[in-house]
């Protein structure tokens, strides 16, 4: 993928963002695509932008603290946090990102509100914007709620002044065969419109499908896809992925 420009690997990730839209009947503008730049530098997250791309995640505090001096000024990009989360780390973590996609413990989200209220970023509303990470996978001893004990999180983190909980995000096992994916991203969706009903409220974001199932995602009703090898090429030590 080196020998590819950014701005290349764009167009392809976006073709297929149509392609799976068109197959699930929905609007490419329901999609938002984040790059996920994790190990690469700020000159790649330039290149994306400058190709377009707004929206990007990266997995770690310290790593992103080190790279946004270069990038940060970028007008109308939008950061993710979509890495776990100390709660040791979620003070510095409001400050530097938009939204934090990967919560999963309500520690973790009191130390956002309490950040927030310090003077963290904030998104248009006003509010840092967080995602619940659920663990679709009971068996996987990743990080994630446990689905049975995230209404009471989920009721917890919504009650926050200051914080917006907009939806719910997930990591399914890697399966090469991606059509073994797709029952857990129903699965999420499932678990949001339940849960959706139980707040009296709307959970309209879904964080769902990276570079090898973005497309099965999107056909489940995926908002937020995402691309980090697709758009940036292979990550040097690439098993990092998979623990996240
Ligand atoms: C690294 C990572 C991604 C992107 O993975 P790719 O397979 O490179 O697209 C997506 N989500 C999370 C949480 C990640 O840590």
């Not at 503008?29 to 377009?52: D, F, M, N, P, Q």
Request: glycine share 10%; aromatic share 4%; proline share 2%.
């Amino acid at each position: 993928m080196n020998t590819e420009s950014i701005a290349e690997n764009l167009l392809r990730v976006e073709e297929r963002i149509g392609a799976a839209c068109l197959r699930a009947g929905r609007a490419r503008a329901e999609i938002t695509l984040i790059g996920v730049s994790k190990t690469h530098a700020a000159g790649a997250i330039r290149e994306a932008y400058a190709a377009g791309l707004r929206h990007f995640g990266e997995n770690r505090v310290q790593e992103w603290e080190g790279k946004r001096g270069e990038v940060e000024l970028l007008p109308g990009a939008v950061w993710h946090l979509i890495g776990h989360l100390q709660s040791n780390k979620a003070g510095r973590a409001a400050k530097i990102f938009d939204c934090v996609d990967s919560v999963d413990d309500f520690a973790v989200a009191e130390r956002l509100r309490r950040a927030w209220s310090e003077g963290g970023r904030t998104d248009g509303a006003g509010r840092l914007r967080v995602l619940i990470e659920v663990r679709v996978a009971e068996e996987e001893t990743k990080n994630g709620v446990a689905i049975g004990q995230l209404p009471e999180l989920a009721e917890r983190v919504a009650r926050l002044d200051g914080i917006d909980l907009a939806g719910l995000m997930c990591i399914p096992p890697f399966l090469e065969e991606v059509e073994l994916a797709r029952p857990y991203f129903r699965k999420l969706r499932e678990v949001r419109d339940d849960l959706a009903g139980l707040l009296g409220r709307k959970l309209p974001v879904l964080s769902m499908g990276m570079s090898h199932d973005f497309a099965v995602a999107i056909e489940e009703g995926a908002t937020e896809v995402r691309v980090g090898t697709a758009l940036f090429g292979v990550r040097a030590g690439k098993e990092e992925a998979k623990v996240e």
